[in-house]
């Protein structure tokens, strides 16, 4: 499989920070890549020179084979820091930001009727941009990313400001947009929103990537081998389990196994001991566990290399 992003050892420097340390990632046709991080990671310094907005002091970064500068068109980008004129009429500044993509004038204004319609903002087009609410806003912020049709996508905070109604109509579109074979590079705070979109994810902390791959890899990695276990009512756990750890949470009991204990043999023992189960399943974490662990255990081995100098 091709790779329509390439980002090889970027590194970017704001006078003596480093903001952004030998990143290396790839984002395929077809699929929404995660980019996270705390603030300060160093993710929106990454994102603004892969939009050519700004240059990487070392390392570079390729998309359809181009630098970024070159093929801004086949680039939709909806920034964190919004930018929409406050004074403008709505329709006519979309518009001519479908022109700087290289649209023709009628063809900018019938594609951001159309996206106005679809995100509910058709009887607002004739408004100022001031007149319309923060999520309304958002939406129109979103058509100028999407209405020239780019085959590559960068949607840094695309929740934010949005209602639960409206967070479900973007997901619903990125997902469709997915299916098209466009390729999603996104970037959130919501990342129970990210984990249900994303076919990948990296995590950056310190300028520096510390964990990548598919969700499920990623569960996998950062499972602790925690088992969640209900039991019928009035049922109790039979001692001696081979656990280190049994806590009762909600109805459920959380076991951690003894080193070298497969579930398995915590579910052999239950059936053995004819304990009558309702649930028994193994725990992985959610992307904000993950996120955490990962950013957690890189500040951990940063203080350690610090300590060792």
Excluded at 31 to 47: C, Q, Y
Excluded at 105 to 114: G, H, I, L, Q, V
Aim: hydrophobic residues 40%; negative net charge.
């Amino acid at each position: 499989m091709n790779a329509v992003v390439e980002v090889r050892n970027l590194v970017k420097r704001y006078g003596k920070l480093t903001a952004v340390n030998r990143v290396s990632f790839d984002a395929y046709e077809g699929e929404v890549f995660a980019l996270l991080g705390p603030n300060g990671a160093g993710k929106t310094s990454t994102i603004r020179v892969l939009m050519g907005i700004l240059f990487p002091d070392e390392g570079e970064v390729r998309v359809f084979g181009g630098e970024p500068q070159q093929i801004r068109e086949k680039m939709g980008y909806l920034p964190e820091e919004r930018g929409l004129y406050r004074d403008a009429y709505l329709l006519e500044q979309l518009e001519y930001f479908g022109i700087l993509k290289g649209m023709r004038p009628s063809d900018a204004r019938d594609s951001a009727m159309a996206w106005l319609e679809r995100f509910g903002l058709g009887k607002w087009a004739g408004k100022k941009v001031h007149e319309l609410s923060h999520g309304m806003q958002q939406k129109a912020q979103l058509v100028a990313a999407f209405m020239h049709d780019p085959p590559v996508l960068v949607l840094d905070e695309p929740f934010q400001g949005l209602d639960p109604v409206n967070i479900q109509l973007v997901k619903e579109l990125v997902a469709d947009l997915r299916s098209q074979g466009k390729t999603i590079l996104l970037s959130s705070h919501q990342l129970v929103h990210v984990e249900a979109l994303a076919d990948r994810v990296a995590l950056i902390a310190g300028g520096q990537i510390v964990a990548r791959g598919t969700m499920d890899e990623l569960r996998r990695r950062y499972a602790r081998g925690e088992i969640a276990v209900r039991l019928s009512e009035g049922a109790s756990l039979p001692e001696g389990l081979p656990v280190r750890s049994a806590q009762n949470r909600n109805g459920t009991w959380y076991l951690l196994p003894d080193p070298g204990t497969a579930p398995g043999d915590v579910l052999r023992r239950l059936v053995d001991g004819n304990i009558p189960l309702e649930k028994f399943e193994i725990v992985y974490p959610s992307l904000e566990e993950i996120f955490l662990r990962a950013v957690e255990s890189s500040e951990a081995q940063t203080a350690s290399a610090g300590e060792g100098r």
